[in-house]
């Protein structure tokens, strides 16, 4: 049933892309591997979970509550911890070391308020219904999650390219000292980038916790480290190398689960991705690691 | 003539060590100023305390009537104040077109910014041709040229040079002097940073000699080419 592994895999993917998009932003942007990404992305699950269950929100507004609340604490992450260390100018692994703090922080709040078992969304908030083309069983609610991924995406690849807001951005991934002397206020995109790529992390959470209706303080994890790994593959900070890094983690690990172990795949997945960065170390669309003052 | 920009008592700090150390000028509205002084003197330093990149250790700068000493530095060029920063600060990754759009970040008058851009790329022809080019692929005198119509795109009152000449072949350099003599007569105010004393106190109405953070001479362009202490510490005697 090769179709439909690969319907599966392009689910996944997208996601993963999804995920990795927001991390690879603020890389990008701010020059910091924020290792609180993972934890972001359960607090997205977790925010839907409650508003559905506590509050009988429709699952729209749950992904869109999912969304504002985990871009909430990207922003205060990066307002209460990353802007003091910018202001010291604190070595890069520092912040690193403060995000993985921050996660910390998160998990043991998700176990603390909903305790370390699956938690899972009502059956009735699923979006139903699946058809049939050919072999291959389509669920609507894989539909839904490949069509808002790429919708996202869309956004922010033409939000990039095409408005001042996303020339401003390029600016300062290049060099925030030319970019304030342009007039941008380098700080407060900042924290625009720290809400908007949380807030990608956050809709991804729901999206896997839908997929799998499976939500645990501790999913935040294996997904920060495919996201790392998928960032690593596409080039750090690359919008393109993320998306093509994501959907190839998610076909390499759909399709060795089903073709080569069911228990191994994710060795697999990440062995293949070793190999290609033996071919090329800096990943698909790297480019050199360093940027001006 | 009106005085547009006043600095009082600048002194700037990297850690302990003052790299500038009490420095006084002024700027007289719609005129060229050159500030000039051999490696490490304290050029940059100045120029990146007035746009607000460096928090000055004292001091005050006043432009337009206005204290601009503490200001971020995306307000100073709201104010009117833009520089164009030593080494052809423009930005690689990204096209001439889109590097002189975002010179206009600042602005929001849509009909005002394109009739900028036309100005620019009368003044600069190449830049038009190139416009779909990446930045990095122009040559150095090409990208001083897109990193000054970037600055006029923001529509300046006050244009800070850094070493515009730097590291460029003569006959570009001419070309660049050119039309910066050129601004300045359509009314652009200029403060001209140079290691290249002789060019920049031609064209300038006043200068300042820097030596190791301060300054030590201050006179008209025309007065300073014929000091002998010029000439002798500058103009290879
Ligand atoms: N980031 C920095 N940290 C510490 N010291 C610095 C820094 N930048 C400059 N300096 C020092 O401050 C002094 C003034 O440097 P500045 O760059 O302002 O000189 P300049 O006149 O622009 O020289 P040049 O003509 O070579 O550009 C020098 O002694 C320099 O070594
Ligand atoms: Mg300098």
Known sequence: MLEQQLLNALTLGSVYALFALGFTLVFGVLAVINLSHGAVFMVGSYVALALITHLQASLWVAML??????????????????????????????????????????????????????????????????FVIGDVHVRALEIAIVAIAFLLMAVLFVALKRTQLGRALRAIAESPKAAWLLGINVEGLFHITSFAAAALGGIAGVLIGLNFNAITPFMGQPMLHKGIAV????????????????LFLGFAEVISKAYLSSQMGDAVAFGLLFLILLVRPSGLFGRKLERKA | MSVLLRVHDLAVAYGHIEAVKGINFHLNEGEITALVGANGAGKSTSLLALSGLLKPARGKIEFAGEDITRLAPNKIVQRGVVQVAEGRAILTTLTVAENLILGAYTRSDKAGIAESLDEVYQLFPRLKERADQFAGNLSGGEQQMLAIGRALMAKPRLLLLDEPSMGLAPIVVQEIFRILVEINRRGLTILLVEQNVRQALKIAAHGYVIETGKIVLADSGANLLANPKVEEAYLGG
Do not use: C, W, Y
């Not at chain 1, 999912?66 to 604190?90: C, E, Q, Y």
């Not at chain 1, 603390?112 to 059956?123: D, T, Y």
């Not at chain 1, 960032?231 to 994501?246: K, N, T, V």
């Open chain 1, 65 to 130: 509550g999912a969304m504002l609340a985990s871009g909430i604490v990207g922003l205060l992450v990066d307002m209460l911890i990353l802007k003091p260390l910018r202001a010291r100018n604190a070595p890069h692994l520092i912040p690193m070391i403060a995000t993985i703090g921050v996660g910390i922080m998160l998990t043991s709040a998700a176990q603390g308020l909903f305790g370390a078992e699956v938690l899972r969304f009502p059956e009735e908030t699923l979006p139903a219904g699946e």
């Open chain 1, 231 to 246: 960032i690593i593959l596409g080039g750090m900070g690359d919008i393109r190398g993320a998306l093509i890094g994501g």
